[in-house]
């Protein structure tokens, strides 16, 4: 097996026992993206000389026995991250060249248990997307076929996981930005709950719905990295004061007797016949495993892509008015007087589909529609956390396809802005409940793409998914798959 082939706990195992260094790991996980990244386009930016600094100050922590779970290890991340002294340009032209003063607490607590950072990784321009095809920096593809999508928005962040190149990432999840590329790459992707994770130093898109996780090769990987960022950040005003348990130690505590439940609104017509069967098998495994399954009822979730397309618009319409070419990112220098300014700067600097996205959030704020548009999708929105608060009153986990449909080829779906939103159909409730899901391996449609399955838990339930995708996995060798880049 190859350095760059191990998981975060392997690769421990070897840093520990002296049989690699952190050098060497970081050499050849650099060395392996040098060689696949020119055709899956996975990095923005890729920080060698940096990466190697720190995998020299990790090996010292080594030798003087400092040593946790993750020091040593090669990490990329989200270019949605603030990384002092690196450019994060959140996928978009107007942040192209902007290099932060400062990290963002999430890769902050990775660097103090001794992560190495290797790059920051593509996705969507300012997260809004399904495919990772709105990038300013073209489009990510998927491992598994380079003609198809990763996913969106974190679809740099599983792709880097699938081809390889990185250990470990993290990503955010807006509407299953995290979930879906992991589905569509074959690796594992958790959304914890709303407050769990710091936003602090993460580029705001939709700020009620944004939330920080791992993408990585297993579950048990997945309990580390979120047992790194989890835990109170008073910088983070939604950060929530609740201890964190050691993930990582309740992986194995099984499914005998765990209730869960199937929605009926999310096992739909319509649903591909290649998730349907990967779904089907995974209930019939949960079933001889001594899981008891039953049905439950989501009966707002036909409301829940138009509640969150005006919700996130127009927290994005907010959130995006401070690139206005003033204070930092790209400023159009061909305007006359400062209107105009602001005015050019924006048209050069924002994408087709975040120009959308702005005004339709414009429009939903502005008067005499906020009522009918904003206001009215709020209420929505606490009727479908009311439904999971419900179902979760009769079981403790509850099971669902993550994508209606196989990952789909790249520019399939650009034409048809509608189409694309509903990509996240079975994700999106989650994020506006504020709840927890982890998409797990679940096999491989007929044209040898990964599906993923999904399993929500109950408000800072993380343990209950972690433990119910870890039986899950165990019986299973979909995980252990590669992509033949």
């Not at 996980?29 to 990244?37: N, Q």
Request: with cysteine; aromatic share 8%; net charge negative.
């Amino acid at each position: 097996m190859e350095i760059f082939d191990l998981t975060i706990h392997e690769l421990h195992q070897k840093l520990k026992a002296k049989e690699l260094s952190s050098v060497e790991a970081t050499r050849a996980m650099l060395e392996r993206i040098e060689s696949v990244d020119e055709r899956v386009n996975a990095y923005i930016t890729v920080t060698p000389e940096q990466a190697l600094v720190e995998a020299e100050a990790a090996d010292r922590r080594i030798a003087a026995g400092e040593i946790s779970v993750l020091t040593g290890i090669p990490v990329g991340l989200k270019d949605i991250f603030i990384t002092k002294g690196i450019r994060t340009t959140c996928g978009s032209k107007i942040l192209a060249h902007f290099v932060p003063p400062y990290d963002g607490t999430a890769v902050a607590r990775l660097k103090e248990q001794g992560a190495v950072i290797v790059g920051k990784l593509n996705q969507d321009e300012f997260a809004m997307g399904s495919s990772t095809e709105s990038s300013h920096f073209g489009a990510t593809r998927n491992p598994w076929d380079l003609d198809c999508t990763p996913g969106g928005s974190s679809g740099g962040s599983a792709a880097a996981i699938a081809a390889r190149e990185a250990t470990a990432t993290l990503g955010t999840d807006t509407g299953g930005s995290i979930r879906q590329p992991a589905s569509h790459c074959g690796c594992v992707g958790l959304k914890p709950t709303y407050g769990r994770v710091s936003r602090y130093g993460v580029i705001a898109y939709a700020s009620s719905l944004d939330q920080v996780g791992p993408l990585t090769r297993d579950v048990t990987d997945a309990a580390i990295m979120l047992g790194a960022v989890a835990g109170y950040d008073p910088l983070d005003s939604t950060s929530v004061n609740t201890p964190v348990p050691d993930y990582a130690a309740g992986l194995g505590a099984g499914v005998k007797g765990l209730k869960i439940g199937l929605p009926k609104q999310y096992f739909i017509e319509g649903l591909d016949p290649d998730v349907k069967r990967a779904m089907d098998e995974a209930i019939a495994l949960y079933r001889s495993l001594g899981a008891e399954i039953r049905e439950v009822s989501l009966p707002h979730t036909e409301y829940a892509v138009a509640t969150y397309y005006l919700i996130a618009t127009a927290e994005a319409s907010s959130n995006l008015a401070r690139y206005d070419g003033v204070r930092f990112g790209h400023r159009s220098e061909s305007a006359k007087g400062l209107g105009e300014m602001y005015a050019r700067t924006r048209d050069e600097g924002f994408g087709p589909e975040v120009k959308r996205r702005i005004m339709l959030g414009t429009y939903a704020l502005s008067s005499g529609y906020y009522d009918a548009y904003y206001l009215k999708a709020q209420k929505v929105r606490t009727l479908i956390r009311q439904d999971f608060l419900t179902a979760f009153e009769e079981v403790d986990v509850m099971l669902t396809p993550v994508a209606p449909t196989p990952p789909f080829r790249i520019g399939e779906k650009l034409a048809d802005p509608l189409q694309m939103y509903l990509s996240d159909i079975f994700t999106i409730p989650v994020n506006l409940a504020g709840t927890c899901g982890i998409s797990v391996p679940a096999g491989f449609c007929k044209a040898g793409l990964p599906i993923g399955l999904q399993l929500i838990g109950k408000a800072f339930g993380e343990e209950s998914i972690l433990s119910a995708a870890y039986a899950f996995e165990r019986e299973t060798d979909w995980h252990q798959r590669k992509a033949a880049l």
